[in-house]
């Protein structure tokens, strides 16, 4: 077999290697130079995680949801998926995905800024250094899989190392031409049509991808609309280069609220509430990315990425939160749960952001042997460049006169690079490893022409062991520098000043294993604990009213995840199966004040710390305990049915750890109640038509519970009814 190809030729799956992927073909065992090229075309590609081989390697908690569960799931959004992998955290917003809110490990999940994401190893965040905050997201049915990975290997991507990655990786072109369509329709107006074809002529391979997704969300007056074109190119230029070629374009057209609700208005006018009907988010997408794999040899692949996208989103929204005071008496209206009528108040604010953001990265990896010791190194750099020109327009509706609050040009430039050896000595493996990264700031107030400049430099180490004894059981132990850049305004104030903020620092460290104890069954667990001697609090994400601070904190817990299949253990058609991912935050706290930052010698807090923010409190937004649980049957016919179980735990909504919301509160303060929701999900598999049958409840008992309080109170979905078809060609 090909060394460098690490197999797993599973139909409708990709190939996985660790940080790099073969450019040629894969072939079977009894593969000659002088026999033809296989069907399956392995495309250079960046990935994270890695076959059953390498997990034997990787000292760190790892998880790949697959194409397969994710189908046969009905997930519509990013964040059901997610929700599968313990140590995740998902907050929904909207009730449709589009903003999702993903938290590892106890990390405030609000816009996911604590969270690295990329797609096929690209950077997917719109400016994962400057301003890391997920208001776009594509659409779950573009992935054919998502890998997840903690631990001390997350030093090989960043800038985000102190939490988790994850990675969505996207199909392959098929070998042979072929693709699927299909259309799920539902309750709360929920459309969903998505077509995928591709195929392979020579040494050409290609993949278009398009989806169309539309719906009411979890509140009165959203509608959601977004439109996703997919397309990957391979080139097997020859037996030692190969070329991958993606380009992407996405739309968003919904109209959806910023500002939650107040607690009176929950009171008075149910969850759902929503006065503000003419809020409005329109987003486009464009990006591309061309990624070359030169293989040396069997032993040694020079893998470079280059990539650029460009985000343009006008977010006009009547209230940003509850205490927004859009005309005479309408926050005292919302606090006394009067009915309001937005429109009355003849404004609205315009968010308008354009980002840019593009750069290169070539990573090598090679196997050799350095006094009679197999290694695998890793090492890359990447040029990473980011601008942002952020206005706000505050309009009046009558006469459409405008008042410009914000005209700002953000720019972050970065440069990084790591290496990572690992020593493989029999059953064991040691990594140890280094990255670097060095960012600077600019920022530019076009309204006063005030600029400033900052820079930061970080080194990263990193160490890890494994033990595999044997094939059922493998042992870990690592730990990491963990780094989170500032943004880049909070770096730079708008006057130009340079503010000491600093990035996010924690000493990561976890211990875990994997295992496969006996036929059909799995069991992972990892203890981790993240200990930060600086993380940053920044309110202004996502309408919060917290000013910047920055504290220390301590994370630890567990995260288990197990499963079982029947069929295997008892060897029949019949699979009975149940899997289980679970999260026990036992400390999320704060082990210092957290101290907001003066602004031109100008601090915002009395005393200079966060209301509430003292020493020993819980941080906020942090669940003790998540749960997610699946219990299915699959007849050999081709029927699957499940029904799965989501349980939240309560979890605070800020750093004073308020037990009980006032009555007549903003909706911002008050402890969120754990809930449980229930989904079913049934599939069946019409063989002679190739065609798959689809029916799934959502919140089944249509439970109603808050899911948020950072800009007032948002609600979680309601019960949704959706089914479809699949036809596969």
């Known amino acids: 077999m090909n060394k460098k190809i690490i197999k797993l030729l599973i139909p409708g799956h990709i190939a996985l290697a660790l940080g790099y992927a073969s450019p040629v073909l894969a072939t079977d065992t009894t593969n000659t130079n002088k026999q033809k090229k296989t069907a399956v075309l392995v495309m250079p590609v960046v990935e994270i995680v890695g076959s059953a081989d390498k997990l034997k390697t990787i000292p760190g908690a790892v998880n790949v949801l697959k194409q397969e569960e994710l189908f046969k799931s009905h997930v519509f959004n990013v964040n059901e998926a997610l929700r599968k992998i313990p140590g995740v955290n998902v907050r929904d917003e909207e009730g449709f995905g589009l903003r999702p809110n993903i938290g590892i490990r106890g990390m405030n999940p609000t816009r996911s800024t604590k969270t690295l994401l990329l797609e096929d190893g690209i950077p997917l965040s719109y400016a994962p250094y400057g301003d890391n905050a997920s208001y776009y997201h594509p659409p ?33 072109p098929p070998a042979k031409p072929g693709g699927n369509l299909s259309f799920t329709g539902g309750t709360r107006e929920f459309y969903d049509a998505h077509f995928n074809y591709g195929g392979r002529v020579g040494d050409f391979g290609g993949l278009l991808d398009i989806t169309h997704k539309e719906s009411e969300g979890a509140r009165d007056n959203t509608h959601a609309d977004i439109n996703d074109f997919n397309i990957k190119g391979v080139y097997d230029i020859n037996a030692n280069n190969a070329l991958t070629l993606r380009g992407n374009y996405y739309q968003e057209d919904s109209q959806v609220s910023y500002s939650g609700i107040t607690d009176a208005e929950m009171r008075n006018f149910g969850i759902r509430y929503n006065p503000f009907k003419n809020d409005r988010m329109e987003a486009d997408r464009y990006g591309a990315s061309l990624t070359h794999e030169l293989s040396f040899n069997d032993d040694v692949t020079l893998t470079t990425n280059a990539y650029w996208s460009s985000f343009n989103r006008d977010w006009w929204r009547q209230a940003s939160t509850t205490t927004d005071t859009q005309c005479t008496g309408f926050a005292a209206a919302r606090l006394a749960g009067t009915a309001v009528n937005a429109d009355g108040c003849n404004s609205i604010q315009g968010r308008l952001r354009d980002y840019y953001t593009y750069g290169v990265e070539p990573r090598l990896h090679a196997n050799h042997q350095t006094l009679g010791i197999a290694n695998e190194l890793d090492m890359g750099f990447r040029a990473h460049y980011e601008e942002q020109f952020r206005v706000q327009e505050n309009r009046t509706r009558s006469t459409g006169a405008v008042a410009i609050s914000e005209r700002n040009e953000r720019d972050t430039d970065a440069y990084s690079g790591f290496a990572q050896n690992r020593f493989i000595l029999g059953d064991w493996s040691l990594t140890p490893g280094v990255r670097i990264e060095h960012v600077n700031f600019s920022r530019l107030n076009k309204l006063t022409n005030a600029q400033g400049e900052s820079s930061l430099t970080e080194i990263l180490p990193a160490f890890g062991i494994n033990h595999s004894p044997n094939e059922q059981i493998t042992t870990f132990f690592g730990f990491h520098g963990g780094f989170a850049p500032p943004r880049a305004e909070d770096a730079v104030s708008n006057t130009g000043t340079t503010i000491d903020v600093g990035p996010e ?59 079982q299949d029947f069929d295997a253990l008892f060897n029949t058609d019949h699979n009975v ?66 029904l799965e179980t989501v349980f939240v735990g309560a979890q605070f909504s800020d750093f004073a750890n308020t037990e009980k919301a006032a009555a007549n509160g903003n909706g911002q303060t008050g402890k969120i109640d754990g809930y449980v929701v229930l989904n079913i999900g049934t599939t069946y598999h019409v063989k002679p038509i190739n065609t798959d049958l689809f029916v799934s409840l959502k919140n089944l008992l249509d439970e109603e519970y808050i899911v948020d309080r950072t800009r007032g109170i948002l609600p979680g979905s309601p019960r949704l009814v959706q089914a479809g078809f699949k036809v596969n060609f």
């Not at 030093?155 to 990675?167: D, E, K, L, R, V």
Request: net charge neutral; with cysteine.
């Open 140 to 172: 779950i049915e573009r992935f054919a899989s998502i890998e997840v990975l903690k631990g001390p290997s997350q030093i090989m991507y960043g800038p985000q190392t102190i939490s988790g990655t994850i990675n969505y990786l996207t199909p392959n």
């Open 505 to 563: 620092k924690s000493w990561n460290y976890e211990l875990g294993m994997r295992t496969k104890p006996y036929t059909g069954a799995k069991l992972d667990a990892t203890l981790f604990h993240a200990d930060f001697q600086q993380q940053n609090a920044v309110g202004s994400i996502a309408g919060g009213t917290t000013p910047l601070a920055t504290g220390k904190a301590l994370y630890q817990g567990v995260e288990l995840f197990g499963r």
């Open 577 to 642: 199966y149940f899997q289980a991912a679970y999260t026990w935050v036992g400390n999320a706290e704060m082990t210092s004040n957290f101290n907001c930052l003066a602004v031109n010698g100008v601090n915002p807090c009395a005393g200079g710390i966060v209301p509430g923010a003292t020493k020993g409190n819980r941080l906020p937004y942090s669940p003790e305990h998540t749960l997610t649980t699946t219990v299915g049957y699959s007849h050999p016919t081709g029927f699957d049915a499940h």
